[in-house]
């Protein structure tokens, strides 16, 4: 009986985070087919009758922001930005994990203590830094992002490269491969549901960023991602279209979601791994 009701407990606690968490995301799609007047006086009401009409806010949210041509400069970003933390930073793991020294050591303690810096504190000189070395355009952003996110990315990739068995390495450089065909061939396709976890967590964090790319590029040029011109949308002095805003949010989560789906079953399994030695 009382195994019974720790779980009848445990299933009653999920099912509460489980709508707190889908709440918000229901809210946002049930507003995006309102008035944005609507939106304001009655934001839990069901779209029907007055209350609905349609795709207009989503025509007007494309309409206002150019979020497509957004997108487009989000999805660059973002790709790119995680293909290369995926590729620098596990060949760094590997490098820190299989080189015993004082100063690799040194080097992995500063990239795990770069994790709990706020970006709040650097963000300031960043900004300034990135001026000077004429970083502030898409390309800049995805050395930037690699900065920022190498160090989630070392401390996953290394726990993972400790568990993976020596000799296996050894038996490749006895058939005669360097060290870059040992990495690639045999170690990086072991890897790969660290680096599909690794991958997860950094588009999200990319595609969803508002802060960086505001401070870096700025609403001035022709580079602007998905969360800055949504943000545009809220306005000043009370001028703002709550409908669009809502429309808006709903296609740029959209793209992440079914990222996030396709590759969730991919999640435990990395951390699990990366864990078993770390």
Request: with cysteine; glycine share 8%.
């Amino acid at each position: 009986m009382k195994h019974r009701a720790g779980k009848t407990i445990t299933y009653l606690v999920l099912c509460a985070l489980t709508i707190a968490v889908l709440f918000p995301l229901y809210f946002i799609l049930l507003n995006s087919f309102k008035g944005k007047f609507f939106i304001s006086k009655q934001p839990f009401d069901f779209p029907v009758g007055n209350l609905f009409v349609g795709i207009e806010n989503y025509i007007n949210g494309l309409t206002k922001t150019g979020l497509l041509q957004a997108a487009g400069w989000s999805f660059f970003i973002t790709i790119l930005s995680t293909a290369l933390l995926i590729l620098f930073t596990s060949m760094t793991a590997y490098y820190l994990t299989r080189v015993k020294t004082k100063w690799t050591s040194a080097l992995y303690f500063l990239f795990v203590f770069s994790m709990v810096v706020p970006f709040q504190m650097v963000m300031f000189t960043m900004v300034d830094l990135a001026d000077k070395l004429h970083l502030r355009n898409p390309l800049g952003m995805c050395i930037l992002y690699l900065g920022f996110g190498a160090g989630l990315c070392v401390f996953m990739f290394a726990g993972f490269v400790k568990s993976i068995p020596i000799e296996i390495e050894e038996a490749a450089m006895i058939d005669g491969c360097n060290p870059l065909q040992n990495y690639f061939g045999v170690v990086f396709p072991v890897l790969k549901p660290t680096a599909i976890t690794v991958s997860i967590l950094e588009v999200m964090w990319i595609w969803n960023d508002y802060l960086l790319p505001y401070l870096v590029i700025g609403v001035s040029t022709p580079y602007k991602t998905i969360p800055v011109v949504i943000q545009m949308l809220v306005g000043t002095n009370g001028n703002k279209d709550m409908g669009a805003l809502m429309a808006m949010l709903v296609l740029s989560i959209l793209p992440i979601i079914i990222f996030y789906m396709a590759c969730q079953k991919y999640i435990i399994e990395g951390v699990v791994a990366g864990a078993v030695k770390g």
